[in-house]
């Protein structure tokens, strides 16, 4: 599991409406990833409708966000549309990354465990060195003190 100043673990990954990235290209840029359990939940709908209308004030501040789920890229596609998402989508069907990254744990709801992906938010610098990290995300003012932190970062 990463801790902050590591490096992030590297990734290529397909993201909504077509192509991939990685992050290995994104150096230079300081870069938020905020991982969410599934597309068109309440709370993941929530934070990322939030990030998609604070998209602007990250990319002033020269920060570019990535959402990450194990959902399909059609998955992110329809959620997308839906909801008129701006932020891109990343697809981590094999959980390799969510691994990497360790936010695929073991979750305990109503006594029924299950693995899943915790709601986690890593800020990553322009080395690609993580910068802060925020764990079991609760979604009401996280985007906010994400972007405060993300500008401090990026300077």
């Given at each position: 599991?990463?801790?902050?100043s ?8 397909p ?5 991939t ?36 004030a990250?990319?002033?501040?020269g ?25 891109p ?9 969510c ?28 080395d ?22 993300a500008?401090a970062?990026?300077?």
């Amino acid at each position: 599991m990463p801790d902050i100043s590591d490096t992030a673990p590297e990734f290529t990954l397909p993201r909504d409406g077509g192509g991939t990235v990685s992050l290995s290209d994104l150096r230079g840029s300081v870069v938020v990833l905020f991982f969410y359990p599934r597309d068109d939940t309440p709370g993941c709908t929530k934070e990322s409708i939030g990030f998609s209308e604070h998209l602007q004030a990250f990319a002033d501040a020269g920060v570019q966000v990535f959402g990450l789920s194990r959902d399909t890229v059609a998955k992110h596609d329809k959620f997308v549309a839906k909801h008129g998402l701006t932020t891109p989508l990343l697809s981590d069907e094999d959980g390799t990354v969510c691994a990497a990254y360790g936010v695929w744990v073991e979750k305990n709801m109503y006594g029924k465990k299950s693995m899943g992906i915790e709601r986690s938010t890593f800020l990553i610098d322009a080395d690609g060195k993580i910068a802060r990290i925020w764990r079991k995300v609760k979604v009401a003012g996280h985007v906010e003190e994400v972007l405060e932190a993300a500008g401090a970062v990026a300077g």
